[in-house]
C-alpha cells in the first residue's frame, strides 16, 4: 500500500492521543516509543513495534466505546503517562514547580461507584451503552469494567425485570438513561432514570417497579424518575421517587449522606487519599480558625477540616449538596456554616468584609476557578491554600496567575480515573513572603 506511511510515536498528548513523528498527525491508542503504520487519512492501520508497557485491554468494548482511551497500557504506567502530560501543560504555562510530583494510584478496574448508561430498545430487547467514540450513536455494551461489579449486577437486573414486569417496562421505555450509584462497601445502591419532562407517570407504578427489581437486585435501595430534558440534561424536577432518599457513604471516620442525584467523588480506592492529601500537612490533620471550603459539595473536605478548625465555612451553589452538607456541619461542635452562593460571588463579597481565613481549599469543576476569581484569592492573601483539580489545562491556567502571590510547596497526581485520560491533581500553596 503505497499510501502507507511508518511513523515513530512521541510523548502522550492531553485528550487521549499522542504526538507522532509527523508534526501534523496524533494518534489515539499508541504508546511513546511505538513504530506504527498510518493511513493517508491518518488513520492507525497497525501497531509495527509494541512498547513494554503495552498491554491487552481488558474491556471488549475499548477502541469503540468513548469512556477509556488508555487500556492499552499498562495501570501503573498510566502514572507516568499522566505526570508527564501534567508536567507539559504546566511548563507551557509558565508554572513554576517542584521537581517532584509524586503519583498516587489504586486499583485499575472496578473502581467507579457511578455510572450513567444510555437506554436504547434494539429490536424486541432493551440494551444498555455509551456513546461510539467522537460521536453520538448507539453503543450497545455487554460490561463495564471500570465499574463496580454491583453496578453492571443492577444494571443486568433491570434488563431481566423489564421482561417479567410491566411497570419495569414502562419505566424503561420513559428513560433515555439510567445513573447507578452504590455506596463504599458495594451493599446499597440507588437507580436514578432520567424521563422525558412530560413523561405521564400514572401509567406506570414506580413503586411496582421498584418492588420487581428487588426481586433479584436486593440491593437497591432506592428508585427515581427525573425529568431530563435531551438537550440541556436534567431539569432538577423529580417525576416520582420509592425508597430511600440517598445513600451513606463512608471515608476514613466519616459518613456521608448523598441524596438522590448529589455529586460525589467516582473513584472508591483513592477517596481517603484525596482527603488525606487535602486536609494534612506535615501527617497532621490540618487545624486553626477560620478555613473556607469552596465549590464544598456535600463536604468531603469541609467535614473534615471541620474537626480542627474552630470555623469552617462551605461555599457551594447546588442547593442539593449545600443542604446535606449543612446538615451534618450542624453535628459538629464549632461555628461551621454553609453559603449557597458560586465561589466567584462569595469571593467578590467577601472582599469588603474583614474575616480572612488561614486556609482555603478549592476543588472547582473542568473550568477551573477562573481568572477574575484567581485575582480575588490573591487580594484575600490566606496562608494556605489547596486546589484540587480534575483538569491540567486550567489548573496550569489558574497558577500562572496565583504564583504571583504563591509558592507551590507540594504538588499531587491522583488516578482517580483510570484507564481514561482524566487525572486529579492536589496542590499546596503558601503565600510568598
Known sequence: MSDVRVLEIGGPLYGGSSQTSDPNVALPFVVRTETVEVAADGALVRV????AERVTPTCPHFGTCGGCQYQMIDTQQQLDVKRTILYDQLKAAGVSFPEEIPAHG????????RIRLQVKR????????????TTTEFLAITECPIAAPILWETAQALLRAEKLSLDVAFWMNAASEVELFCNDDLTRVQ???LCAPRTKTKEGSLQRCFNAVKQSATEVVGLSAIANDPRTGPTGRTLDAVGAAGLNYRVHDETYWISR?????VNRFLLGALVTLVCEADGKPRSGGLAWDLYAGVGLFSRVLARGFAQVVAVESNAMASSD????????????????STTLEFLQTALVQRERPELIVLDPPRAGVGLEACELLLRLAAEDMVYVSCDPTTLARDLARLQDGYDIAAMHLVDLFPQ???????VVLKRKL
Not at 509495527?48 to 512498547?51: D, I, S, V
Not at 446538615?327 to 464549632?334: E, P, Q
Open 122 to 133: 434494539v429490536g424486541e430487547e432493551y440494551q444498555f451503552g455509551y456513546n461510539v467514540r
Open 106 to 113: 489504586g486499583e485499575g478496574y472496578g473502581y467507579r461507584n
Open 420 to 426: 481514561t485520560f482524566h487525572m486529579e491533581t492536589v
Open 325 to 340: 452538607n449543612a446538615a451534618a456541619l450542624r453535628k459538629i461542635a464549632g461555628e461551621h456554616r454553609v453559603v449557597s
Open 191 to 193: 437507580v436514578t432514570l
Open 48 to 51: 509495527l513495534k509494541n512498547a
Open 261 to 265: 442525584g448529589g455529586f460525589f467523588q
